[in-house]
């Protein structure tokens, strides 16, 4: 252990000195290495390389540089493997398919992982759910719908829906409050169409044909009873008396 530090030690104290004794102006266009420039003294690297000489290749997707035991290599995030971290290993479940370190997104899904919405009218957010911000005039989880704003409603830079008097809902396809709905139309409460809608009346109530039938029966019932009654005391009154009957009728002269 004492001698790996001790070389170690030896290593940077080198490579700290050559770096002190390289002269700007002494430099030459092919100081800089794998396609880098040498400008103002420094080289300035492609995308895929770094270091003082473009020496060494970057590492992808979120890796950083680390040394561990002398070794110098890409530390990946989670999901990713490989000396650059360009391998994935992970796909979202029910989103893509894994095939030979790269993920194949399925329909409507993008991204490393397959964890981002295809936003067809619209910027993706980020995130976990991959979130879409939809241009004006479409909604949808893939802005793929548009947007319609019913009842004469109309869109705005918000792209959301503004909705004429009497209307509200994201569509605008619900009436507001103190507004009911006539005729596919949403018209006040207190208006005199929506009075006779609650009241109703003489012409649009049904008729009452039990409450008459009931009537009419009545009626019958108590004209059999009187004629009834008018019958039994007719009857009664034509009944000549036990009276004169029995002790005769002076008048007519019988006697008993």
Known sequence: MLFRSIVSSVLILGAVSANSLINPSNLTDDFCKNGGSLVN????????????????????NGGRRHSAKGVVRCHCPYGLSGDRCEKVTYCEPGKGKLIEGKCECFERWTGLFCNMRTCFNGIPTGGLDGFCLCDVGY??????????????????????????????????????????????????????????????????RPFAWPIVLMGCAAAIAFVVLALTVIFAVRKWSSKPSRVNSVQGDPENGTDV
Do not use: M, W
Request: net charge negative; with cysteine; proline share 3%.
């Open 41 to 60: 003294g420094k080289c300035e690297c492609t995308l895929r390389y770094e270091g003082t000489q473009c020496e060494r290749e970057r590492c992808l």
């Open 139 to 204: 909604t949808g989880p893939f802005c793929d719908a548009p947007l319609i704003c019913e009842n004469g409603g109309s869109v705005t830079q918000e792209n959301e829906c503004s909705c004429t008097a009497g209307y509200t809902g994201d569509h605008c396809e619900q009436c507001a409050i103190g507004y009911i709905k006539e005729a596919q139309y949403c018209v006040p409460e207190v208006s005199e169409s929506s009075l006779l809608a609650h009241t109703g009346s003489l012409g649009n």
